[in-house]
Each structure stands twice: as structure tokens, then as C-alpha cells.
């Protein structure tokens, strides 16, 4: 009993008629890092939640260094020591890392920031963080955020850390470095939880993995005794196939390119600058890149949401020698253009699709101009387009009148993929096809993307998993703050060599 | 954290948010809010006035539809504001808050009262059609402005078209300097009461028919334009998110400015059809408020016509009758604002309960 | 310059309501609620003073100033928070649209101002003939004769009642609230971000109705102060106007941030009433004058929309709801 920080007895959590977490019985040694792996939707962050207040649990118990609490809210978790790191971190923009460290946080009416500062600083140095307390945070990268969420829960007096989806967001080097001060923090007594899907930063990181599938815990093994398949085993309830085929291009042709392509925002900063690169039909070129890098910019350019600032895109039509300048157009005159343009973007529900409107008029939203009246919409095309895609990629709704808000990440991305695919491109542009998907659901899409290439599409794919992307890609472009920092063939490249690039560490030739 | 383990019971509210609801359980939720409302204002009532509430509801009833001119005098204010709630739709489902009707509505009235002050003498089917098209150009002047700036600037379209009522309202007592008849008395008074110029005519032996027609045949026709229109999908797109609309390769600055333009054109001829279908005068007053009032029935009745006009109906109704009972009670004529107040904050607040269903949580737990 | 004196003594007259209404508007906002209720709160926060007063003055043998005074305070504050409830209880608890409920809360409380009002003018024999002079007395000029005998700055600096100075002093307390504060930093994230607030710990509700209440309160104040100082006491329908609108606008002009307000209400305030001070206006040229407010408003509305410091944007919660289990 004595050396368990948490326990948890038979927890269960309902969201009306789902159950997000069934009868879980779990525990977390002192000075130990736990993994709690699972795919998306297993009830890993419902769980976590409970712990840290945001839920209240319907059934179970919860014990703290062998004592049952009840964790009514955050504050309860603070006091307990129990200290969350979000994945989307939970941070005030416009105020400073130090306020974000003290928010809600009890202590005399006035605000002393000097002490307070000081009192970071001392925090900071113990562990070994690079932080500046009095820096807003809409000016810090994604990484040096997350150092603001872990030294939040810190100053807090947190001796236990949960993590949620830690790596989700960093480049291996930034990873590593993360990982040192987990370790760091193990060893002076803090005991750990990560939430993760990635299978081999459990295997590098942790000391026991628990894994959870469907909202039950499905047991918990040491690191040591676990390989990839057996915890994929685990994870998925069955053995799963988890290569992905990759064919050689077959006569690859210029589709897109991009000559010195420079896009700012609206502060006239540069987000792309003096980009060139040629995709080619038949092929799938990964782009590789923290987030924000400017990929989104990158696709967007192509699609013509983006305006160019310099520099013009290409578009080279399949069998024939006439040459379409893209950056110059808008997304309609590409559309009069009949040139076949496909984009599945990052934000589905923000740009891809619109929530509250059901399956069939989703089907519209980039063909709605299409039909005989000038005036007024045809439905009975996109009604029949949006029963195919349903009955083909097996989507799971009542029926095609629901909202798409009311579908799970992977149906919504089905939806959404197919409507591009079913377009018929010669041009296909995703972005983070998978993030968010079960692994059933990510390896039908990647078989959807392999399908179009082997037709001879030119596949652009904007990607966060580097694993993956070495295996879908032949080639991967790399961008680091708006340049091209290379372009490598997939097959003769690492991870390790690509993160380098991420970074900037390391520059080539393009 | 103490030690001690003991019994609590808790008794937590707990609240999903539906996923749909019977559209007569969402109708019942209404009138039970309605009933609950009408309790209030009948305690409110005998507060002030000592009177048996009975007899309060019936003067309601009474002053609402106890003769054939306040029976019409109710389906006139019903259809002027059920056309500016149609007003009203197009903008707020792009999300775009037209807090401006008021003004449209005196741009509207302006247009129209100038018509027939300087032009009463043409032929009167002419007359009444320039009215219409100029009224509906005047809000159209009013509605763009903030459009456009919300469009290139993304200026805060709220308050932006709030102040240009109290602009519209300033412009309405610069002209009625001019316009005063008899002079001195700092109102416009009945304009063309002699040869009823530019006045809308009896049709069918009613005053308000045309006022009917035209409040039918635009609420009609937006109703058509909105579902099954490609301009009506472009501005459900672009309320839902700028991003999709951009993706889908609609021109959102066109869009916004497109659909301002019509909100507050309908708005304009809603100007025209209370000074040249009703009031036959115009002032500061002549939109009093229903500006304000057409923004809570677009909104309670969830941008549907036949909700808004329902909506419409009713607080008219008890508007008129509040009207009656304060001259019957002597009470001042603000009265009404407090009654249909009261029942707008009881119709507002059910929605809640149609949107979300609350139960009561009785759990027991060891508290430590 | 005596013309110029009076110019500037009128401009603060009517710089006070904007301030109370503005800094009422700014605390409420910052919570994330944007409460377009307040002109109506500001009218219930008037009338509801002035019927206390008037109803102790009338019934009292011989009425004394203080009480008076507490009686109106109370009472005034008393409505406006009632106000603010109904607001908060509509947009916080039912989670009802800010806008919607706002507007609604305005006609209302415009209706009950006004029906109050004329109840009380019918009462008192006609409009204008309410007094409760005794109270009104308590609000007028109250510092020692010889500081407001100060040729120039005594009458510009020292010839107001109490609520003038106050509206000033609440005005800098609640930026250094803001600013300051714990509790002022808690009320921020709740604004800009009520997820991470709540996950910090913080009582997302209790913080927004309390800033929504007290910011009716102050907003109310602005109502009282129009109808004991500035009126010395009585009431006009709709006398009040359209002051309230103008402070909601002029939060955007203070980039929330009550101290600017005070400056901001002093702009107003002139504009307000400039219209009385140029020579040669005609009665149609000065209705046109009137409007300078307004456009003065839109003009800096679409100067300000293209803001790049994130620190002066408005709340980026401003006017949604929150609700923890949504899902």
C-alpha cells in the first residue's frame, strides 16, 4: 500500500449513454513513470480528467498515497498534488508565463511579481529549464509552452505529473530533450504519468505501460517484457498488419511546381520564403515540419486560399503541353479552370466541412455551383455522392441527414476524404490525414492515399509522424520557419537526420 | 484533507445537452414558459394596480382583439415586425449581429415621407412603387456602410450599426425642421391627409391589405432564397465558419456585403410600410423599438418564418393588450414594456430547457 | 475662457454616466459577458434612487439629507443588481445569447424606467415636478466654499458632488483591480480563455456573476448620478437618452481599460454637448452637430479594427457561454 501514490478501485464514467471508462482499476508506483497507452478514444484522457477534477467519477474509488479522495474540481487536485499537462496546453496568451504559473492560485490580494518571478527563477534553475517568467506566451514557441504548463504544476507543489499526448507537438530532438527532464524529474521523487498512442517512446521512457482499450484497462506489464507488437496487440485486441505498401512511381510527370513562392501574413511577416519544388504525378511527397513551419500555408498556396506574395505556382494538366500559372487564381477560377484540385485540410471541421450541416450538404460545399439553375442549388447529386462514400468507406451514421459534428474524428475524416477523392484529382493536398484516427481507421487512409497514387495523382501529404512518413512517402520536403531546409528520398533518410532538418540544425541544398 | 469518512449525500444538477427534441415537447417547454410568464406579470399587475387579474387578462384580450380596427391594428404591428424579424434572418444566420434595423427602419421612413411630401401628386400605383424601391435603397445606404467595413476591416458590426441608429434618428430630427407642419410644432403631423398621396389605398375594404401582400410575398420569397438558393448555401457556409466559406472558393467580403445589403433593404421597406402603410407621418419614434424586438423574435424563433411570425403574433398581441389596460388602469404606457419585458425574459430562459436536459443527481459517497 | 469654462464644466457633467456606465461595462466584460443591458440597468439604477428618495421625502416629517442620500444609494445599487442577475442568471446559468438577453434587458429596463417615472411625475403632478430636494442637496456640491471659490480651477475642479469624484476613484480602483490583483488576474483568464481558467481552479460562474454584478452596479450609478446631480432630483422620460449606448462604445475607445475612460469620457462628454457652444448654429445644423458622438464612435471603431497588439483586443471569450461537460 505505502508505495502506491494513486490507486484507482473500479472507476467508471459515463457520458450519457457512452461509457468512457469501465470499471478501472489502476495504480501509479512513487518515483516511477507510468505509460498509459491507447488509441484515440479509449478513455485515456476521460481518465485522467477524473484525476485532475475536470470529471467526477459516476462509480470506483480513487486513493492518493493510500488515502480515498474525493476530486471535486482542479482545486482538489492541486491540493492532493496532482498536476495535469495538457495536450492542448492551458494557457492565457496575453499574459505572461509567470501569471499563467500563478493563475488561481490563493496568497495575498496584491500581486508581488518580483517575488513571484524570483521564486520561478529559483524553480527554473533546479530543474534545468530555459524559461523567462515575465515573456507573454503568445510569443513562445510550442516547446518552451509546454516548459510554462510543467513548471506550473511545479510551482504548485506537484509531486504527481500527468501528461497528456506530451510529444504530440515537438520534434525528436525537442522529445529528447523532454525526456531528460522526466527522468530528471524521477529522480528527484516525482512520480509520472504520459498518456500516449506512440509506442516506442513508451518503450524508451517509461517503467510499466498500462494499456487501455474501449474504456477498460486491459492490463499493465513492464516495459521491460513489452515489445511494439505485443503492446499494438493490447492496444488494438487484435494482431494487426502494421506495414504499409509501398510501390515505386510509375512514370512520374510534373504536376505542381512551385518557383520562389514568398507568402506573408497579415503583419508582413514572411510565413513561406523563395519556396521551389516540383510534385510529381504517381508519387507521394511527404512535407515534413514542426507545426506552424508554414506547411499549412504551403497547401493552402497551391489550393489558392493562400495569396502569393512572390514567385508563381505551376500546374502542369496530364497530356497536354499548356502550362496554368495557380498563383495568380482564386479557388473559383481554378475550379472554371476544370483543373482538379483536391485538399483534405488540417482543421475539418473548420474548413474541410461545416459541423451543424448533415452529410449531404457537405458534399456541396466545393461543387455547390455546380447544376443546371444559375440560381438555385442541386441537392439530389451530392444526396446520391454522400450515400456512395457512406456505403464505400463503411462510415458509421444513422444516416447522411446527421450533422457531421455528431460523428466520430474518423468518420469525419472518411467524409472528408472521400468528397476530395471523389472529385477526381490530379492533384491530392492532405494534412495530418490521421491525426486522431484509431489505427483501423489510419491505415484505411493510407491505403486511400497509396490507391490515388498508384492512379497517378500527385500526393502531397503534410504529416506529424515521422514513421509514418518514411514508410508512405517516396519523397519528403522539409520545412523549417517558412524555408525548404531539404528534400530527400524517403527510402535513404532517418528520423534522426529529419529531425535535424526540422530544427534547422542541419541545412542542405535543396 | 481530513480523515474522517462519512456519508454524503449529493444532489448534483446534471446537464447534457440534448441531441434533438420533439418539436411539440420544445412547443409544450414554450407555453409552459408562456403560463409561467403570465403568473408573473399578473402579480406585477395587481402590485400595482390592486385589480383582480382575471379581469386584467381579459382587458388584454380585449384591447388586443376586441374589435374589428384592433384586431387589424394587431395584424398590422404583427406583419411590420414579422417582415423586419425576415429582415433580420439573412444577416444573423452569416452570424452577422444587424443591431441596426431601428435605423434602416427610420432610413426607410425617411425615404418614404420625403417621397410623399415633394412627389404626393403623381399617380399613386407610381408613387407607391418608388416608395418601395427608394425606402429599400435608403436602408440598403444605411446597411452597407457597416458591411462594408465588417467586410474589408472586420469592424465590429454590432456596434457599428447601433450607433447608426442614433445617427438615423439625428438625420430624422434635422429633416423634421423642415418638414414640421403646422410650423412650430416640431412634428411632421399627418403627411398628405387631404388626397392620402403615396398613402397605401383600401384594398378588399381594408387599409392594411397592401401591407399584408408585401410582408407575405418577401417573407416568401427569403424563405425560398435562404433554403434552396445558391446564394442562401453560400450564407449558411459563411455563418458557420470564414475558413470552409474560403476553402469552397466563396468570395466571403462579397457575401457579407451581399446579404447586409438585402437585411437592411427589407428593413428600408419595413420603413415604408409603417409611414406609408400605417403612421402616415414620421419622427424619431416611428421605429420605437420593434428594431430591438425583431432581433428576439429572429433569435427565439430560431430564423424560421412561421416561428417568427408565431412569435411575432404573440407579443403583439400582448403588447396591444398591455396598451389597453394601462389607459384602462391609468397606468402610463411604458407599462407594456415591462409586461412583454418579463415575458421575453421567460421565453429567452426556456430555451435552456429545450436545449438542455437537467436532472437531479442524487448520489451518495464517502467524502473524505 | 468663461465660455470655455463652462464648456468643459458642462463636458464633465456628461462625461460622469459614460465613466460609471464604461467602467461597469469594462468589468463585466472583462468576464467574458458582454452585458448589452446595461443602458436599461443605467435607467433602472436612476429611477430606482430617485423613487426611494422621493418615496421618504414624501413620507417623512422632516427628512434628512444623509438618509436621503443612503436611501437613493441603496436603492439604486439595489436595482442594478437586480439587473445584472437577471442578466447573469439568463447568460451564465440558461446559458441564453449575451446579445438577445442584453437587448431584452435594455427595452426592459427603459420600460421600467420610464414607467416608474411617469408613475412618480403623475404622483408629484406632472412631468418635471418630482423633487426630493433634501437628497438631491446631498448629491450636489459638497467640498468647502473655499476651495470652490478658487477663481478657474475651483469651478472646474471642486464644484461637483460626490458622485463625479467617486466615478473617478472607481474607475482607477478597478484597473488596478485588473491589473494588481489576484483575484483581477483570475477574472482575466476568465475572459480570455474560461477552459483554462476553470482548470487552474478558478469558479469560472461565481467570477462572472460577481464582475457582472458589480459591474451593473457601477453602471447603475451613472443612472443615479443623471437624475440627483445632474438633474438635481427629477425625472424626464427617456431624458436619459442614449448614454448608455455610448459607454458600451466607449470601452472599445478605453481598450478595456478604465483609466483610459476617464480621458474617453471627457471626449464624449464634449462632443456631447458642443452643439450648445459654437456661435452661428441654426436649429437644423445643430441637430446635425448632435450626431458627432455617434460618428466620432464609428469613426474610431474603424480605426481601432485593425489593432495588432493581442493585449488590446477584447476578451477573446467575449459574449460565449461555457459549459465543462460539453461533449
Same mark, same amino acid.
Given at each position: ?8 478501485k ?80 492551458k ?26 518571478n ?76 504520459i ?58 510527370e ?26 510529381k504525378?504517381g ?54 479552370l476544370?483543373?482538379?484540385?483536391s ?20 458534399m ?12 438555385f442549388?442541386d ?12 456505403d ?31 472529385l477526381n ?68 533518410t532517418?528520423?534522426?537526420?529529419i ?12 | ?57 381579459s ?57 410623399m ?63 414640421e ?113 425583431a ?19 404573440f ?7 398591455a ?25 429567452i ?20 | ?16 454616466p ?38 421618504y ?50 427595452t ?5 424606467? /420610464?414607467?416608474f417615472? &411617469? @408613475? *412618480?411625475?403623475?404622483? $408629484?403632478?406632472? !412631468?418635471?415636478? +418630482? ?33 463625479t ?49 458589480v ?44 483609466? /483610459?475612460?476617464?480621458? &474617453? @469620457? *471627457?471626449?464624449?462628454? $464634449?462632443?456631447? !454637448?458642443?452643439? +450648445?457652444?459654437?456661435p ?48
Amino acid at each position: 500500500m505505502e508505495n502506491y501514490a494513486i490507486e484507482l478501485k473500479g472507476v467508471t464514467k459515463r457520458f450519457g449513454s457512452v461509457v468512457a471508462n469501465n470499471q478501472v482499476d489502476l495504480a501509479l508506483k512513487k518515483g516511477e513513470i507510468l505509460s498509459i497507452l491507447g488509441e484515440n478514444g479509449s478513455g485515456k484522457t476521460t481518465l485522467m480528467n477524473m484525476l485532475s477534477g475536470i470529471y467526477y467519477p459516476d462509480e470506483g474509488q480513487i486513493l492518493i498515497n493510500g488515502k480515498e479522495v474525493s476530486i471535486n474540481c482542479p482545486k482538489d487536485a492541486f491540493d492532493l498534488g496532482i498536476g495535469m499537462i495538457h495536450q492542448h496546453f492551458k494557457l492565457v496568451d496575453i499574459l505572461t508565463a509567470a501569471q499563467n504559473i500563478i493563475l488561481g492560485l490563493d496568497g495575498g490580494m496584491k500581486l508581488d511579481m518580483k517575488k513571484i518571478n524570483q521564486e520561478i527563477d529559483a524553480l527554473v534553475s533546479k530543474y534545468g529549464f530555459d524559461l523567462t517568467p515575465a515573456e507573454k506566451i503568445y510569443n513562445m514557441s510550442v516547446s518552451q509552452k509546454q516548459i510554462v504548463e510543467i513548471v506550473k504544476v511545479l510551482y504548485r507543489g506537484a509531486d504527481i505529473l500527468i501528461f497528456d499526448e506530451p510529444t504530440a507537438v515537438l520534434t525528436p530532438q525537442e522529445t529528447e530533450r523532454l525526456f531528460t527532464v522526466l527522468k530528471k524529474m524521477k529522480l528527484l521523487g516525482k512520480s509520472i504519468i504520459i498518456i500516449t498512442h506512440k509506442l516506442n517512446e513508451v518503450l524508451e521512457i517509461s517503467d510499466r505501460v498500462a494499456v487501455l482499450r474501449k474504456g477498460k484497462c486491459e492490463g499493465v506489464v513492464e516495459t521491460k517484457d513489452a515489445t511494439v507488437e505485443s503492446l499494438t496487440e493490447l492496444m488494438v485486441g487484435e494482431k494487426v498488419e502494421l506495414n504499409i505498401q509501398r510501390s515505386d512511381p510509375k512514370k512520374p510527370e510534373k504536376r505542381i511546381e512551385m518557383r520562389g513562392v514568398t507568402v506573408r501574413n497579415s503583419e508582413g511577416l514572411s510565413i513561406l520564403k523563395d519556396i521551389s519544388f516540383v510534385a510529381k504525378s504517381g508519387e507521394i511527397l511527404g512535407i515534413a515540419g514542426i507545426s506552424g513551419n508554414g506547411q499549412k500555408e504551403l497547401l493552402e498556396a497551391i489550393a489558392g486560399i493562400q495569396k502569393v506574395d512572390s514567385g508563381e505556382i505551376l500546374y502542369y494538366p496530364p497530356n497536354s503541353t499548356t502550362v496554368e500559372k495557380l498563383s495568380e487564381k482564386t479557388v473559383r477560377e481554378i475550379q472554371n479552370l476544370k483543373i482538379s484540385l483536391s485538399f483534405v485540410p488540417e482543421d475539418r471541421l473548420g474548413m474541410g466541412l461545416v459541423g451543424s450541416m448533415d452529410l449531404a450538404d457537405n458534399m456541396m460545399i466545393r461543387s455547390y455551383r455546380s447544376g443546371d439553375s444559375r440560381f438555385f442549388t442541386d441537392r439530389k447529386t451530392p444526396r446520391k455522392l454522400a450515400k456512395k462514400i457512406v456505403d464505400k468507406l463503411e462510415v458509421a451514421t444513422p444516416d447522411i441527414n446527421t450533422p457531421v459534428r455528431k460523428l466520430s474524428g474518423g468518420n469525419v475524416q472518411k467524409i472528408l476524404v472521400g468528397r476530395e477523392i471523389a472529385l477526381n484529382p490530379d492533384v491530392l493536398m492532405v494534412a495530418y490525414p490521421v491525426r486522431g484516427l484509431d489505427i483501423t481507421s489510419s491505415y484505411t487512409i493510407y491505403n486511400l492515399l497509396n490507391e490515388q497514387k498508384e492512379k497517378g495523382v500527385a500526393v502531397m501529404c503534410v504529416g506529424e509522424d515521422l514513421d509514418v512518413l518514411l514508410q508512405l512517402c517516396d519523397r519528403i520536403l522539409v520545412l523549417c520557419e517558412g524555408k525548404i531546409s531539404c528534400i530527400v528520398n524517403a527510402k535513404l533518410t532517418s528520423k534522426e537526420e529529419i529531425g535535424m532538418y526540422m530544427t534547422g540544425a542541419r541545412k542542405a541544398g535543396v | 484533507m481530513s480523515t474522517n469518512t462519512k456519508k454524503i449525500s449529493h444532489k448534483t444538477l446534471h446537464l447534457t445537452k440534448r441531441d434533438s427534441i420533439a418539436t411539440w415537447k420544445a412547443w409544450v417547454i414554450r407555453l409552459i414558459a408562456v403560463l409561467l410568464a403570465l403568473i408573473i406579470c399578473a402579480f406585477v399587475i395587481v402590485g400595482i394596480t390592486g385589480e383582480n387579474p382575471l379581469n386584467v387578462y381579459s382587458g388584454i384580450i380585449d384591447g388586443a382583439v376586441g374589435s374589428k380596427r384592433r384586431i387589424w391594428v394587431t395584424v398590422r404591428e404583427t406583419v411590420v415586425l414579422l417582415l423586419i424579424g425576415v429582415g433580420l434572418m439573412p444577416a444573423f444566420k452569416m452570424r452577422f449581429w444587424n443591431l441596426g434595423a431601428e435605423g434602416q427602419i427610420l432610413m426607410g421612413g425617411a425615404a418614404a415621407a420625403a417621397l410623399m411630401i415633394y412627389a404626393g401628386n403623381l399617380p399613386p400605383v407610381l408613387l407607391i412603387i418608388l416608395i418601395l424601391i427608394a425606402s429599400a435603397c435608403a436602408g440598403i445606404i444605411w446597411g452597407f456602410l457597416p458591411a462594408f467595413f465588417k467586410a474589408h476591416f472586420n469592424t465590429n458590426e454590432s456596434l457599428f450599426t447601433l450607433m447608426l441608429n442614433y445617427v438615423a434618428m439625428q438625420i430624422i430630427t434635422f429633416l423634421i425642421v423642415f418638414w414640421e407642419n403646422p410650423s412650430g410644432s416640431n412634428s411632421v403631423g399627418i403627411i398628405n391627409s387631404a388626397n392620402k398621396g403615396g398613402w397605401f389605398p383600401k384594398i378588399f375594404g381594408s387599409d392594411y391589405t397592401l401591407n399584408i401582400i408585401i410582408v407575405v410575398v418577401v417573407t416568401v420569397v427569403m424563405t425560398v432564397y435562404m433554403k434552396y438558393t445558391k446564394h442562401g448555401y453560400e450564407i449558411a457556409v459563411v455563418g458557420e465558419s470564414h475558413n470552409t466559406a474560403n476553402y469552397a472558393g466563396i468570395n466571403v467580403k462579397k457575401v457579407v456585403v451581399r446579404t447586409m445589403l438585402i437585411s437592411a433593404g427589407i428593413c428600408g421597406i419595413a420603413g415604408a410600410v409603417i409611414v406609408s402603410g400605417a403612421s402616415h407621418t414620421i419622427s424619431t419614434s416611428t421605429a420605437g423599438g420593434r428594431g430591438f424586438t425583431a432581433i428576439i423574435v429572429a433569435w427565439m424563433a430560431n430564423l424560421n418564418p412561421l416561428g417568427m411570425l408565431l412569435v411575432s403574433a404573440f407579443l403583439v398581441f400582448m403588447q396591444q393588450g398591455a396598451i389597453q389596460i394601462a389607459s384602462q388602469y391609468g397606468l402610463n404606457e411604458n407599462a407594456s414594456d415591462i409586461i412583454t419585458g418579463i415575458i421575453i425574459f421567460f421565453l429567452i430562459g426556456c430555451e435552456f430547457f429545450i436545449k438542455y436536459k437537467v436532472r437531479v443527481k442524487k448520489s451518495e459517497e464517502d467524502a473524505a | 475662457m468663461t465660455l470655455l469654462l463652462t464648456f468643459l464644466v458642462a463636458a464633465i457633467g456628461q462625461a460622469v454616466p459614460l465613466l460609471f456606465g464604461a467602467t461597469g461595462e469594462i468589468l463585466t466584460e472583462k468576464s467574458g459577458n458582454l452585458n448589452l443591458g446595461i443602458p436599461g440597468i443605467m435607467y433602472m439604477g436612476g429611477i430606482s434612487g430617485l423613487m426611494g428618495a422621493f418615496l421618504y421625502e414624501n413620507n417623512v416629517q422632516d427628512p434628512s439629507t444623509f438618509v436621503g442620500v443612503m436611501i437613493a444609494l441603496v436603492a439604486s445599487l439595489l436595482a442594478s443588481c437586480l439587473g445584472g442577475l437577471l442578466y447573469s442568471f439568463l447568460t451564465v446559468t440558461l446559458r441564453s445569447n449575451q446579445n438577445v438577453v442584453g437587448l431584452a434587458l435594455t427595452t426592459f429596463g427603459v420600460g421600467f424606467g /420610464n414607467f416608474f417615472g &411617469g @408613475s *412618480l411625475s403623475k404622483l $408629484a403632478g406632472g !412631468v418635471g415636478q +418630482i423633487s426630493v430636494a433634501h437628497t438631491a442637496e446631498g448629491f450636489g456640491a459638497f467640498l468647502p466654499s473655499f476651495l470652490r471659490n478658487i477663481p478657474v480651477i475651483g469651478k472646474v475642479l471642486f464644484s461637483y458632488g460626490f458622485l463625479t469624484y467617486l466615478s473617478i476613484v472607481i474607475a482607477v480602483i478597478i484597473t488596478w483591480f485588473l491589473t494588481k490583483t489576484r483575484k483581477g488576474l483570475n477574472l482575466i483568464a476568465v475572459g480570455e480563455d474560461p477552459a483554462v481558467a476553470d482548470a487552474a481552479g478558478i469558479d469560472v460562474v461565481k467570477n462572472k456573476y460577481y464582475s457582472t454584478l458589480v459591474g451593473a452596479m457601477i453602471a447603475g450609478l451613472g443612472g443615479l448620478y443623471f437624475v440627483m446631480e445632474y438633474l438635481h432630483g427629477t425625472w424626464s422620460n427617456n431624458g436619459f437618452g442614449d448614454r448608455g449606448w455610448l459607454a458600451i462604445a466607449l470601452v472599445i475607445l478605453a481598450l478595456w481599460n478604465p483609466t /483610459n475612460a476617464i480621458w &474617453g @469620457s *471627457l471626449v464624449f462628454g $464634449a462632443l456631447y !454637448v458642443l452643439y +450648445i457652444y459654437i456661435p452661428g448654429l441654426t436649429r437644423a445644423s445643430s441637430e446635425l452637430v448632435k450626431m458627432l458622438p455617434y460618428v466620432v464612435t464609428i469613426v474610431v471603431l474603424v480605426l481601432t479594427s485593425k489593432r495588432n497588439k493581442p493585449e488590446n483586443q477584447p476578451p477573446s471569450a467575449l459574449g460565449r457561454a461555457y459549459f465543462r461537460e460539453e461533449r
